[in-house]
Each structure stands twice: as C-alpha cells, then as structure tokens.
C-alpha cells in the first residue's frame, strides 16, 4: 500500500489505520525540527517596533532562564513562549502552550498559557486595560511562577544589547525536549510546583 483508498475517514479499513500510524512515527520525529523551523521564521517575519525581532525576543528569554540555572522545561518554555505569535498573534500565549504541553512539566505549560495577562500588569494602564487582571488568578498553585517568569525572563527581553545565546545553542535541548513521550505522567508532573530558580547574581 502507497496510499490510503478512503476519501471519508469513517471509510477506513483496520489496515489502512495501521499504515497511517506507521507513516506518523517519522513524521512526529521531526516535530523539533518544525518548531526549530518556525522560530527561525520569526528572525525575518516578525512584528516591527521593537529594537529585537521575535526570534531574539525568544533566544533572549531563554538564555535569561538558562543563565539562572533553570531546568530544561524552563528553558524550552522560555524560547518558545512566543511561537504562537505569527500564526495566532490574538492568542499566542494558548497556541505556544499548546506546541510544548506533550513535552514538559504542566507547570511550564500554564506559564506560558497564562503570560499573556500576566504580562498586562508591566503595560495595560498605557490602553486604559486592567493591569491586575491577572489576579483572577492570585490563588493558583502557578501563580507565583508566572508572575516570576513575566518579571525575570520575559517583560524585560527586548534589550538589543543584552549577550544572548544564539538559537543554534538551543539546538540539543529543544530536540532533548520533543524527542520525550508525549504526556508522560513522569515529565508532566501535574500540581507540582517546582518555581523560578532563585536569580543567579551577575
């Protein structure tokens, strides 16, 4: 078989459905080259006015968590926060979570899910928007690592003349990352608070 016969999927034979999941295993092997893909993308389609582009934005962000002795899913999470931007730049926050959630610690996930308004608290009174709307949140186990996160390793990444990593830096650990199982309870580690690692002075 070169190609399935059905054109409705409710057509499919078992046989069929066994050779489709064959051809995703590769497929699904090459997601880190995908995402890596598309971050390099935001290094020349990105949203202007800003001294960085999105790809600086992302490799700043993660060398900031890096450089604080943060583990890996910090790290992943930190480079990747925005991704979302070019394909969802109204919901980014919800579509990067989305590409890293089978991959790392929930807590990382909802971080990044949820930066969005956290971030609001550094600029929403410019518009005339609630910069505390993320106290709805206030009692979520998560709360505390999202607002450090926004602090530490987000809302102050738009700095040109910041040292950072290059993306080829990030290489291994975004493969490291994509090449785990997919929702392993072991690496999603649901209701654990692990937090921000303390700053690492300078």
């Known amino acids: 078989m ?5 054109t ?3 057509d499919g034979t078992k046989e069929e ?7 995703e295993k590769p497929y699904l092997a090459l997601t880190a080259d995908r995402v890596l893909s598309e971050l390099r993308r935001q290094g020349e389609d990105t949203l ?4 960085i582009n999105r790809l600086q934005h992302g490799l700043q962000s993660a060398t900031r968590a890096y450089r604080d002795c943060a583990d890996i899913d910090w790290v992943i999470g930190a480079l990747l926060h ?10 980014h926050d919800r579509f990067s979570a989305e590409v890293i959630r089978p991959f790392v610690r929930d807590e990382v ?3 990044v899910e949820h930066h969005g308004i956290f971030q609001m608290y550094f600029y929403a009174h410019h518009y005339g928007w609630d910069e505390n709307a993320r106290d709805e949140f206030k009692d979520h186990i998560y709360y505390k690592s999202c607002a450090d996160f ?8 738009f700095d040109p003349d910041y040292p950072m990593e290059n993306l080829d830096f990030f290489v291994p ?4 990352v994509f090449a785990r199982k997919a929702y392993d309870p072991d690496i999603i580690q649901e209701n654990i608070v692990k937090g921000v690692p303390e700053k690492v002075a300078s």
């Open 82 to 91: 925005d991704v979302g931007d070019g394909l969802a730049p109204q919901n």
């Open 8 to 10: 409705q999927m409710k």
């Open 2 to 6: 070169d190609v399935i016969n059905f």
């Open 109 to 111: 996930t909802w971080v």
């Open 48 to 51: 202007t006015g800003y001294k």
């Open 173 to 176: 650990m975004v493969k490291e």
């Open 150 to 157: 926004c602090e530490r390793w987000d809302q102050n990444s």
């Open 17 to 23: 459905y066994e050779f489709l999941a064959q051809k």
